[in-house]
């Protein structure tokens, strides 16, 4: 049995990985609704902002105490980088992902945790600070929401017959995914979003698809990967193969996440063979 299933099958573990999910976006919220203080720049020019800082304490610190046993890897921390080259099984932290979003003040920043195992994201965490709202699950046990008022509800992809929904981001909508978009045939709407709501919007039915020409890091991704897939849809390389997570360098391949039943609304684009 996968580590995963383990944790979706113990109440009282995944009560302790929610709360620590939400400690970390409540702090996330504090620092959000205050004027803005210091933001780094770091090596690879991103910007790091306080709330990125103290989410990922939250997050490191809680999860080292349940899961003694289990590395963890952060955006936030780069010496952890070496660890997926030695161990099968880590955490995937990216504690404020959407930082761009964040400092913008456009509401569209997610804090994010995965589960990976085997090069595979097999159990997700995402929440969206200012709503309230936290997403869990994973391909082998589906995927669920937590609103505000602690509601729980299945999350499931569901198409609209005769549109293409695009979904693509603010701060990354380069020639490239243009032209891809450009490539659909037949009737298509675009929604822009950021972070890894692009992955949640499918997983909920309010898109098709989500082309992402442009760089990503494991820790981008992995965890809406898992609640995508959970929810019916998938993520593939362009030439169709799946991401694999834990390789010795970060960034991933360009990719495609859909919904499982979008195979008809790929086929009208030129370059579906790549994907598909």
């Not at 004027?35 to 090596?43: D, L, R, S, T």
């Not at 992809?157 to 929904?165: E, L, T």
């Not at 495609?256 to 598909?276: C, M, P, T, W």
Request: glycine letters at 6%; aromatic letters at 8%.
């Amino acid at each position: 049995m996968s580590k995963a299933h383990k944790i979706i099958r113990n109440n009282e573990i995944i009560e302790s990985i929610l709360d620590l999910m939400t400690k970390a976006s409540n702090a996330i919220m504090e620092v959000y609704e205050k004027p803005y203080g210091e933001v780094n720049i770091k090596a690879d020019n991103s910007p790091v902002t306080k709330a990125d800082l103290a989410a990922n304490r939250i997050l490191t610190d809680g999860l080292k105490n349940l899961f003694p046993e289990i590395p963890i890897v952060s955006e936030e921390e780069p010496s952890s980088l070496n660890i997926p080259k030695k161990n099968k099984i880590f955490w995937l932290i990216d504690p404020l992902d959407g930082t761009k979003e964040f400092i913008k003040k456009n509401n569209e920043f997610t804090c994010n945790l995965a589960l990976i195992e085997n090069n595979a994201s097999t159990l997700g965490f995402v929440t969206v600070p200012v709503k309230g709202l936290i997403y869990y699950g994973g391909k082998q046990f589906g995927s669920k929401l937590i609103n505000k008022n602690k509601k729980i509800s299945e999350v499931k992809y569901k198409k609209v017959s005769g549109i293409c929904r695009v979904v693509a981001s603010k701060s990354h909508l380069n020639d490239e995914t243009k032209k891809f978009i450009n490539d659909i045939q037949g009737k298509v709407e675009l929604i822009q979003a950021g972070s890894s709501l692009k992955f949640i919007k499918i997983a909920e039915g309010l898109a098709d698809i989500y082309p992402r020409l442009a760089p990503t890091s494991e820790w981008d991704t992995a965890a809406a990967h898992a609640i995508l897939e959970g929810a019916g849809g998938k993520v593939l390389r362009l030439n169709g193969k799946d991401i694999i997570y834990g390789k010795e360098n970060i960034l991933n391949p360009y990719l495609v996440a859909s919904g499982i039943e979008n195979k008809v609304d790929l086929q009208r684009n030129k370059n579906y063979h790549k994907f598909l």
